[in-house]
């Protein structure tokens, strides 16, 4: 089939692509490679997707309507995955406007892009930060998600809310696919992991927020993509509602819209998945240990009982095979990128 991905050049994006890639589908790829981390990296992945020719590359913002709209036209897609956002929880507190931007206009454009195309089926990325800080766990589709913390997980929900609407009015079977913690290979820059490595092989110390208690259900990037393929053989559909084992289904009674927690609900202690990535690394990590910061939750958790009941699938990676995992492909990037130059200087450079 014909995939239209947004964020193709993002942590993400990139494993989905390449996935579907493989299996010999078609992939346009639209990315607006902004400079929220290393540019570098994200032009890396695109080099990679670059080397299928099923690939089609696309450099373009969510906010240029005009301009996805051309890059959808190249191939016009069965299926629209829109990953592209302003990631970043405690980014939020400091440049809010670009969630605004990227999140919400950024998703409109898309949504208005799948109103004229009418793909199959398209599916959007949500978060698990749209839960807040509720106590009931774990988090099930159907609790309320009404108190966000921060503008990202209000954006989020907010684009939930604007695809429910386009859903239920033009008739898109639409997936909106709640994210817990996505980590592995590739993985950005400004995450806990990529951070965590890096100061551990540096002999720098790392932060702990929350004394190290908090916890966080993470989910191994195969595994993600794993589901998101799955999910995207099933667009939402009385004649897939799900009616087992007690599982309450999301499928909306006004719209096909469903939306599904994408997390294996096996939370691991923040402390924990620091002494994994020593393990890992070989390296005793400094540890400077902090309150927690505004904005963060003391834990998430999933429910994957709805994800298993359409998809047949759980996410089951273990923490300890994933870090290392992303420990030897961070060890092969950093000495990809680092080139000794005569006289010792250092520069870095894509692919080098």
Do not use: C
């Not at 993470?218 to 087992?244: G, K, Q, S, W």
Request: hydrophobic share 40%.
């Amino acid at each position: 089939m014909r995939y239209f991905i947004t964020g193709s050049a993002g942590f993400i994006g990139f494993h989905l692509a390449l996935r579907l890639l493989r299996n010999g589908h078609a992939v346009t790829g639209y990315d607006g490679f902004t400079p929220y981390y290393d540019v570098a990296l994200k032009e890396k992945r695109h080099e990679i997707l670059a080397q299928f020719e099923a690939f089609r590359p696309v450099v373009g913002m969510l906010e240029d309507e005009a301009g996805l709209e051309r890059a959808a036209a190249l191939n016009p897609p069965d299926v629209i995955v829109h990953l592209a956002a302003q990631a970043g929880v405690r980014y939020s507190l400091e440049n809010p406007g670009a969630y605004v931007s990227s999140n919400l206009v950024g998703s409109w454009t898309v949504l208005e892009l799948a109103r004229r195309i009418r793909p199959r089926h398209l599916l959007l990325a949500s978060s698990s930060s749209i839960y807040g800080a509720g106590d009931k766990v774990p988090f099930a589709e159907r609790d309320m998600a009404d108190e966000p913390l921060t503008l990202y997980a209000a954006s989020k929900k907010g684009m939930e809310l604007m695809a429910h609407s386009y859903a239920h009015l033009h008739r898109i079977p639409t997936t909106a696919f709640r994210f817990f913690t996505v980590y592995g290979p590739w993985g950005r820059p400004d995450m806990a992991l990529f951070k965590f490595t890096e100061a551990l092989l540096e002999g720098r110390p790392i932060d702990i927020y929350g004394q190290g208690r908090m916890s966080r259900d993470f989910t191994y990037v195969d595994d993600l993509i794993e589901a998101i393929v799955r999910l995207a053989d099933i667009p939402p559909a009385e004649a897939n509602r799900v009616h087992a084992n007690g599982v309450v289904d999301t499928l909306s009674t006004h719209a096909p819209f469903r939306s599904v927690n994408i997390g294996g609900g096996n939370p691991v202690e923040l402390i924990r998945f620091v002494e994994t990535i020593e393990t890992a690394t070989g390296r005793e990590a400094i540890r400077n240990y902090l309150p927690m910061q505004k904005g963060d939750v003391p834990r998430t958790f999933a429910s994957p009982d709805l994800l298993r009941a359409l998809t047949g699938f759980t996410p089951a990676i273990p923490v300890e095979e994933g870090v290392r995992a992303f420990v030897s492909w961070y060890v092969n990037w950093r000495h990809e990128r680092a080139v000794r130059l005569p006289g010792g200087d250092r520069v870095s450079g894509v692919g080098s």
